[in-house]
């Protein structure tokens, strides 16, 4: 209108128009930077402290069911994919819809029917996102879980690289992971061949709907119904939808992995654990009933597989040392994990202080047992911080008491800086055996009621193993002590011992009873020692 007339005013007057515009759209695009960078970052923190805090709720079973590689996975990869889908998102995706609707709005204000053609091309694009969105979602689940069979491998390659190497097996660990590696990538492959249809089909409905609206608008404009102008902004329109759709289809791939990905992270947040506190309030216990009493106890780590325990009935009193020994998968690791509830029994009961373990908080339970695992397990920091895990407060004459009891303090204090010296993620800096000493001193440092080692001494020589023996007896006065082992010398002079075989008990008593009375107990000692010296 301006130029047409010569209205030079006018002409200013819009053009400074355009300029506001345009500083207000700049205005609003830094601000939505701003604000979706702080509310994906913030979103993204959040998923993850609360996974991480649920995922420390579940009990054994549940983590079990799970797997390792793929929490990790849920917690980095997954999350990082939803964080980023929330920023584009913001930054993106909410813009398109005022867009495609002002569009339509502004052609309808223009000519009605030429409008028909907005709105079928705005139909025809998003039944298109539609049907790759449907069949993408599936396909990218399927990556995620590929990704955490190459969590696992790595995680196994990484950690048991020094097997691997003394094995010569580099060849295969390359080659298993070439596998997992070409399978993700056909996978991804599969899924990039149908998102890549998205931007040809957007680009091709829009300029066959430009076409037709040069075409009709040609006719119109002949005719006198329009003017030429109307047909460059009907044009310009339906540019912008076509820009908005370009957007919506790049962040279609983003979204449907998003999908998955969020999926799998609520499939954990939907995971109810199965050991469950009742209450949280502490309970009184018994100081007269036996320290463990186990009754008629049945467990099995799958509903529907075999008993790993069944009909197990044992008491223990209090201060007693009491060995529980068998064959490699007798039951032995799972019976001892039941008395922390690390796992829930099936049928029976277990009780502590004459008070069934779930009746207790877990706090009340947990804080009266110290516990050595078969997996000695240490954290990055000090020798120091590794100790008071249970009791922060521990002073040095604690720890170095612990230490000498678990024969861990001569090399202790041959490290260059002590108690002060660095520990390496997971204690890789110790050899087996002293990694073991100092996960039993760090069991002892709080005093605990019940100690619980679970072949603790698996690494040790006999000769350190005999001198731990020997401390433990003079130092745990009172304290309830169980050892599960293979070696029968270990146990030889516990106050009891529990023979376990494939998930029953086998036989209960001292050495020279079950020597006499039990054949798995005798046979074990046996094939340790001569005859004569089982004996003895």
């Not at 696992?152 to 990484?158: D, P, T, Y």
């Not at 999908?259 to 506190?277: D, G, L, M, Y």
């Not at 990694?435 to 039993?440: A, P, V």
């Amino acid at each position: 209108m301006g130029i047409k007339n010569r209205d030079a005013g006018y002409v200013w007057a819009m053009g400074g128009l355009l300029v506001l515009l345009a500083l207000l759209g700049w205005s609003s695009a830094m601000f939505t930077q701003y604000f979706a960078s702080k509310a994906s970052q913030g979103a993204g923190t959040k998923i993850r402290r609360a996974l991480f805090r649920h995922i420390n709720t579940l009990s054994h079973a549940e983590l079990d069911k799970l797997g390792t590689p793929s929490l990790i996975t849920r917690i980095t990869n997954d999350t990082n994919t939803v964080q980023q889908s929330i920023a584009m998102m913001i930054r993106l995706l909410t813009r398109a819809p005022f867009i495609i609707a002002g569009s339509l709005v502004m052609a309808m204000t223009i000519n009605l029917k030429l409008s028909l053609i907005f709105f079928g091309a705005a139909v025809l694009i998003a039944l298109t996102l539609y049907l790759v969105m449907t069949r993408s979602v599936p396909i990218f689940s399927a990556m995620q879980k590929k990704l955490d069979v190459i969590s696992l491998i790595s995680r196994e390659n990484l950690s048991g690289n020094r097997v691997i190497r003394a094995f010569s097996k580099q060849k295969t660990a390359c080659k298993r992971m070439d596998d997992a590696t070409e399978d993700l990538a056909r996978t991804a492959i599969r899924v990039s061949r149908l998102s890549a249809l998205l931007s040809p089909v957007t680009y091709a409905v829009t300029d066959i709907a430009i076409i037709l609206i040069v075409w009709f608008g040609a006719i119109d404009v002949d005719l006198g119904g329009m003017q030429t102008g109307d047909i460059v902004a009907l044009v310009s329109y339906m540019t912008q939808i076509l820009l908005a759709m370009v957007v919506v289809a790049n962040l279609v791939t983003l979204m449907t992995r998003t999908a998955a990905s969020a999926k799998r992270i609520n499939q954990v947040f939907e995971t109810v654990p199965s050991v469950q506190e009742k209450n949280t309030e502490p309970i009184e216990t018994d100081e007269t009933a036996p320290k463990i009493e186990f009754e008629h106890v049945c467990f099995n780590y799958n509903d529907d597989g075999d008993d790993e325990l069944t009909d197990v009935s044992f008491a223990v009193p209090r201060g007693a040392t009491v060995g529980i020994i068998g064959g490699t998968g007798s039951g032995k690791s799972t019976l001892v994990n039941l008395i922390p509830r690390f796992y829930d029994v099936n049928a029976g009961c277990v009780r502590v202080d004459g008070r069934d373990v779930r009746d207790y908080p877990f706090a009340q339970l947990r804080r009266q047992i110290g516990m050595v695992p078969q997996q000695s397990t240490l954290f990055s920091g000090t020798v120091r911080d590794n100790l008071r895990w249970r009791k922060p407060d521990a002073t040095d004459e604690e720890l170095l008491a612990a230490l000498q009891t678990a024969q861990a303090l001569e090399f202790v204090q041959k490290l260059p800086k002590g108690l002060d010296s660095r520990v390496e993620q997971g204690g890789r800096n110790f050899s087996g055996g002293q990694r073991q000493r100092l996960c039993i001193a760090r069991a002892l440092v709080n005093r605990p009621d019940l100690l619980i080692l679970d072949d603790s001494f698996s690494a040790l020589d006999l000769a350190t193993d005999a001198a731990l023996r020997k401390a433990l007896r003079e130092t745990t006065d009172g304290m309830t002590v169980l050892i599960v082992t293979q070696r029968c010398s270990t146990v030889r002079n516990a106050d009891l011992i529990l023979v376990v075989s494939d998930g029953e008990l086998a036989g209960v008593g001292t050495h020279d009873e079950l020597t006499a009375s039990c054949t798995v107990y005798r046979d074990i000692c046996l094939s340790q020692q001569t005859e004569k010296e089982a004996a003895r």
